[in-house]
């Protein structure tokens, strides 16, 4: 059941406590903080099942790397698959936990329980999001450390690596939120969320770089996310470019381009299957 946080000003006597909530920045973050901790008390009660995803996270990897580098690790391209598979793991584990989370709900009838809060829909979206978001980076950091430990390779810092890469984290975020927005009114989205996760594990680079590719196939790969947030990533650190190049040569312009399209397609799907789910009656149900 969504939080719902106390109204930002007294209530007047008689009154229901909804009457005076008005949506401001404080009371909007305090509904969301209530609903990203009731996320994390949820998601930290049963922590063995993380553990298991994150072992399964590192063997897989690991064993992919193996079977890549027909029978030894290639350390000269581990460096470029650990960023994209930090991307991936990022993206499948934080849409796995908003999309069940969110399924689960409706099936338990409690998602519409959340619309009895004065608090737009969206706000408490963008709160399961944080909590989604929090869990996708700690599984993603960790299953990043480990192999680098392992394989004992390093990924060399650069600043101007943090633009692209935040794109990356954006173009998840994004993602996540389109397959919310389709888990609202339909109950096949873990049917998209394993498809396109499994596409994004073959294609975003994270088996081998995207420069291996055949043509035809990176460029259909760039249309997934994260690859072209990986891609510019990739040039920053290991091929010495700057900001600059990358605009010039195109991979930023696109990767802005693409992260903005997809943040765009997000709200107005959520926006469109809520409004049919509210309308048809079937908040609570598929």
Do not use: C
């Amino acid at each position: 059941m969504t939080s719902l946080a106390s109204p930002d000003t007294a209530r007047a006597p008689g009154r229901p406590a909804w009457a005076d909530w008005r949506l401001t920045p404080a009371t909007g973050l305090r509904v969301m903080s209530a609903e990203v901790r009731k996320g994390l008390l949820s998601q930290l009660a049963h922590p063995i099942g993380h553990i298991i995803t994150l072992v399964i996270s590192t063997m897989l990897y690991l064993g992919m790397q193996y079977v890549m580098g027909q029978g030894s690790l290639r350390r000269d391209l581990l460096p470029e698959t650990l960023v994209a598979i930090s991307g991936y793991w990022f993206l499948q584990y934080a849409s796995l936990v908003m999309v069940a989370d969110l399924v689960e709900e409706k099936r338990g009838g409690t998602y519409s329980q959340s619309h009895m809060s004065p608090a737009p829909p969206w706000v408490i979206m963008l709160g399961r999001l944080v909590t989604a978001s929090v869990m996708g980076l700690l599984v993603a950091l960790v299953a990043t450390l480990v192999p680098m430990l392992v394989a004992d390779v390093t990924i060399p810092l650069r600043p101007e690596a943090l633009l692209p890469y935040a794109l990356v984290i954006i173009n998840v975020l994004a993602f996540t939120f389109v397959l919310a927005a389709i888990a609202v009114s339909s109950p096949m989205v873990g049917a998209l969320h394993s498809l396109f996760t499994s596409l994004v594990i073959l294609l975003n680079g994270s088996m081998m770089p995207l420069g291996l590719y055949p043509d035809w196939l990176a460029v259909v790969a760039r249309f997934l996310p994260t690859t072209l947030g990986v891609e510019a990533t990739t040039k920053v650190l290991f091929e010495g470019q700057s900001l600059g190049d990358i605009w010039s040569d195109g991979t930023l312009p696109w990767l802005i381009a693409y992260t903005f399209a997809l943040v765009l397609f997000g709200g107005w799907l959520f926006a469109r299957n809520q409004r049919r789910a509210v309308r048809d009656g079937r908040l609570g149900q598929y």
